[in-house]
């Protein structure tokens, strides 16, 4: 009688935990009232809590970083050029307070963009992919962009002033005549290549998404790129120092971008098996001319 209580007890307490698990699991992040995805708390990551900080007259942050990359915050005096270029060029997909809610159509079919912080809205018009030519891609595709930088970084200033705090990071300029070479190769193999391939040639991920080429990206995109993971790249904060982003953009715009050959061709650097087609190609084909010129009878 006093087993059997026991086992249940037992057996009751057991599920209890199980079920008690997730409950608290759930109940953590429903605490965290100040979370915000796009900062993270550690230094030079992109994130005004680093060794420079520049504040305007109202306090408000407008120039970060560190002697590696400065992060710079588009000027407010922008905001009415932007809200115009907004209008003309984005309004009709992502709605006129750019939150993802256009006049016509369905609430949500875009994405909302109200506390992405300037180097986010700037990477996608900057690159071309915005305004979107294609909106049925899996993808939007890097093109030849349709505004200048200078009207990238209005836009990225109207955007910036809907939400009631900044958002972050800031437009970077890396400074690569600190930057580590030998490290970056390094951490690009570690970081990047997985999906881009050693050579930054890019290739195809699943269901359609592909890595892009990084052969001819400008550098303060590189570090965009990094900071923001656009699509479904991983946005790297924490876990990369503003000195190593400094580091691998200046692999991926020396090494990646020039490459030097010193044994001759470098045949795509795809490696053996084009080595090998050209090897057989001139190799055997020679060889097939030398015979068909001995072979000859006359
Ligand atoms: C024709 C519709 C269309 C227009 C016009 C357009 N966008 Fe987009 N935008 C999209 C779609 C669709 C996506 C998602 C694309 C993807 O994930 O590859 C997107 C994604 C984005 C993103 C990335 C959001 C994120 O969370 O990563 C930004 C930033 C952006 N747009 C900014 C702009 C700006 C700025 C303009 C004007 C210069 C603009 N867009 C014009 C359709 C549009
Ligand atoms: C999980 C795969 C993955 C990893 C890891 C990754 N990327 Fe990407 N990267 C992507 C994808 C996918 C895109 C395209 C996103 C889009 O356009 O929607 C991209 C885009 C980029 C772009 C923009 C290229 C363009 O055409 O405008 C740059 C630059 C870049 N990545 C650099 C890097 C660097 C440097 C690293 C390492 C620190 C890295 N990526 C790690 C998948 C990855």
Redesign the pocket.
């Known amino acids: 009688m006093t087993s059997t209580f026991l086992r249940r007890a037992v057996l009751l307490a057991a599920i209890g935990l199980f079920a008690a698990g997730p409950v608290v699991l759930f109940m953590g992040p429903a605490n965290a009232s100040n979370y915000n995805p796009s900062q993270t708390t550690r230094k030079n990551a992109g994130t005004p809590n680093s060794s420079i900080v520049v504040k305007n007259s109202s306090g408000v942050v407008i120039k970060y970083g560190n002697k590696y990359i400065t992060y710079t915050s588009p000027p407010s005096k922008l905001d009415k050029l932007g809200q115009a270029l907004f209008m003309e060029n984005c309004a009709s997909c992502h709605g006129a307070q750019a939150n993802g809610f256009p006049a016509s159509g369905a609430a949500g079919a875009y994405p909302d963009l109200v506390g992405l912080g300037p180097a986010t809205i700037d990477f996608w018009v900057d690159?071309g992919?915005m305004p979107d030519k294609d909106t049925a891609a899996v993808?939007?595709?890097?093109r030849q962009p349709a505004l200048t930088p200078a009207q990238a970084e209005a836009v990225a200033a109207w955007v910036n002033s809907l939400s009631p705090s900044p958002g972050y990071p800031d437009i970077p300029t890396p400074h690569l005549n600190r930057a580590n070479e030998a490290s970056g190769a390094a951490?690009?193999a570690l970081?990047?290549a997985?999906?881009?391939t050693i050579e930054g040639d890019g290739d195809a991920?699943a269901y359609s998404?592909?890595?892009?080429?990084?052969r001819h990206?400008p550098a303060f995109?590189?570090v965009e790129?990094?900071r923001t993971g656009?699509?479904?790249?991983?946005r790297?904060t924490g876990n990369?120092s503003d000195q190593q982003v400094d580091d691998?953009?200046k692999y991926?715009t020396t090494e990646i971008q020039h490459p030097e050959n010193p044994g001759g061709f470098g045949l795509g650097g795809l490696g053996p098996v084009a080595e090998g087609f050209v090897g057989l190609l001139l190799g055997v084909g020679f060889l097939v001319l030398i015979c068909y010129w001995i072979g000859d009878r006359s």
């Open positions: 690159s992919r993808e939007a595709s890097r951490l690009f970081n990047c997985a999906c881009h991920l998404t592909f890595a892009p080429s990084l990206i995109q590189v790129a990094i656009p699509g479904n790249m991983p790297f990369l691998i953009v991926v």
